[in-house]
């Protein structure tokens, strides 16, 4: 039999800026809040930083709508939600989305950071409605939790120097530009 996933039931009381957003939206708790991040289109917003840009444009990646859900948490102070970053090997068995962009590039994945939430002993993936860490686990390289200060500069700089110290030490045959722009093209596949 297997175990249905738990609902949160934690209330959005906070009179905080994005506590007041999802008030605003009618997400009133973090089980509401979860459906809404699952159902919001995946896509990058003009300014990483400001996390109410997601109600304004009505979409988010990965990092900007698990930010958005720790921030609500913390405004709320519920400190069991965890912010992570998950280095996994992306290729598209485990990401369908990406497609054919790895097709004869000579690589069987890149190497790609990964938000979602840690909470109590469940991992969350909110990125889109089929997400799903079960997905990703057992292609995760390392793992680190982060604020949502740190969805911005620090994962973008965390995930390139990974990914340079990978194509050194893997000696991969690409240089740093060509892998990165890979990984561009397999963000940008997942967007449309």
């Not at 609902?7 to 939206?25: E, P, Q, R």
């Not at 609500?72 to 996994?88: S, T």
């Not at 790609?112 to 969350?124: C, F, G, P």
């Not at 079960?134 to 120097?161: A, C, M, R, T, W």
Request: charged content about 25%.
């Amino acid at each position: 039999m297997k175990k249905s996933k738990p609902l949160i039931h934690y209330a959005i009381t906070s009179n905080g800026v994005l506590s007041d957003y999802c008030l605003s939206h009618n997400i009133i708790d973090f089980e509401s809040l979860s459906q809404w991040l699952r159902h919001l289109p995946y896509g990058r917003t003009t300014c990483r930083k400001d996390l109410t840009q997601l109600f304004r444009e009505n979409r988010g990646t990965c990092s900007s709508k698990h930010g958005l859900f720790k921030s609500v948490a913390m405004e709320n102070n519920y400190p069991d939600f965890k912010l992570m970053i998950g280095l996994y090997k992306m290729n598209s068995r485990n990401t369908a989305g990406i497609k054919g962009a790895l097709v004869n590039t000579g690589l069987e994945y890149i190497p790609e950071a990964h938000s979602y939430i840690r909470w109590k002993n469940v991992t969350l993936d909110l990125t889109n409605a089929n997400s799903s860490f079960e997905n990703i686990k057992s292609d995760i390289i390392e793992e680190l939790e982060i604020e949502p200060s740190q969805i911005g500069q620090f994962k973008v700089h965390y995930h390139k120097q990974y990914l340079k110290d990978w194509i050194s030490n893997q000696e991969i045959e690409l240089d740093f530009d060509t892998v990165w722009n890979l990984r561009e093209r397999c963000i940008s596949n997942l967007s449309n």
